[in-house]
C-alpha cells in the first residue's frame, strides 16, 4: 500500500521568498516520487521525479527536490518565490512500472 | 513531441445519461490510465490497461466501463450518470522504462452532469 500526506492545504509566501511544501510517503516497496503543478481549469504538469537514482532532484521553473529516505520525505522548494508560481501542487507516490502497480496515489493537494 | 490526447475536452450530459471518453497515448506507450478529480480534489486512480490487458482497478463504479482497444486509444464509458460523476477526467500514458518512468497525462476532459 502507499500513500502521501501533504502538510498544508494552503502555504502563502511573499515574492521573492522560499517555497518550501512538505509532502511525507509511505510506501512497502522503494517508491517513484513525483511532484505535479495545476493551474485553475488545467491539466497536471509535471515538475520533477525521483525514480531511484540521485536524491536530489531538479525540475522545471527552479523547483527540486530531496529524497531523504530515513524521513519518508520529499519536499519541493524554490528559492525565490515568483507571482507565476501561484498554483495547487500535488505530491505523488507510485510503485513505479511494475506490472500491476504503476497507479499514481496523490497527495491531497497544496495550494501556493 | 507528440502528448496524451483526450476527446472531447468538454461534455455536457443529464442524469441517467451515458457518457464516452476517448484517450490517444502517446505512440509506442503501452500503458494507459484514467484518473478522475472532483472539485477542490485530488486525482483519484480509476483503472489502468497494459497492452490492451486491465492491469490494474481503483475506486471504479461499476458503472463504468473502460477498454483498450489494438491501437492502443482507450474509451472510458460511463453509463446512468449521477450528479456526483461531474468531474475533470484525466488519461495518463507510459512506458515500461525503470529510469526514466513518469506518467504523461492529457489535458482532461471536463464533464458536467446536470
Known amino acids: 500500500a502507499q500513500s502521501v500526506t501533504q502538510l498544508g492545504s494552503h502555504v502563502s509566501v511573499s515574492e521573492g521568498a522560499l517555497v518550501l511544501l512538505r509532502c511525507n510517503y509511505s510506501?512497502?516497496?522503494?517508491?517513484?516520487l513525483f511532484w505535479y503543478v495545476q493551474y485553475p481549469n488545467q491539466g497536471l504538469q509535471l515538475l520533477l521525479k525521483y525514480t531511484s537514482a540521485a536524491t536530489l532532484v531538479k525540475g522545471i521553473n527552479g523547483f527540486e527536490a530531496e529524497f531523504k529516505k530515513s524521513e519518508t520525505s520529499f519536499h519541493l522548494t524554490k528559492p525565490s518565490a515568483h507571482m507565476s508560481d501561484a498554483a495547487e501542487y500535488f505530491c505523488?507516490?507510485?510503485?513505479?512500472?511494475?506490472?500491476?502497480?504503476?497507479?499514481?496515489?496523490f497527495g491531497t493537494g497544496t495550494r501556493l | 513531441a507528440a502528448g496524451v490526447i483526450q476527446s472531447p475536452r468538454h461534455l455536457i450530459k443529464e442524469k441517467r445519461e451515458t457518457a464516452t471518453l476517448k484517450c490517444y497515448p502517446i505512440?509506442?506507450?503501452?500503458?494507459v490510465y484514467w484518473y478522475q478529480q472532483g472539485p477542490g480534489q485530488d486525482p483519484q486512480f480509476l483503472i489502468s490497461?497494459?497492452?490492451?490487458?486491465?492491469?490494474d482497478k481503483g475506486s471504479i463504479p461499476d458503472r463504468f466501463s473502460a477498454q483498450q482497444f489494438s491501437d492502443y486509444h482507450s474509451e472510458l464509458n460511463m453509463s446512468s450518470l449521477e450528479l456526483g460523476d461531474s468531474a475533470l477526467y484525466f488519461c495518463?500514458?507510459?512506458?515500461?522504462?525503470?529510469?526514466?518512468?513518469?506518467?504523461?497525462f492529457g489535458p482532461g476532459t471536463r464533464l458536467t452532469v446536470t
Open positions: 505512440p509506442r506507450h503501452d500503458t
Open positions: 495518463a500514458s507510459s512506458s515500461r522504462d525503470f529510469d526514466s518512468y513518469e506518467q504523461y
Open positions: 510506501s512497502s516497496v522503494p517508491p517513484y
Open positions: 505523488a507516490v507510485s510503485e513505479g512500472p511494475n506490472f500491476g502497480n504503476e497507479k499514481l496515489t
Open positions: 490497461f497494459y497492452e490492451k490487458m486491465q492491469s
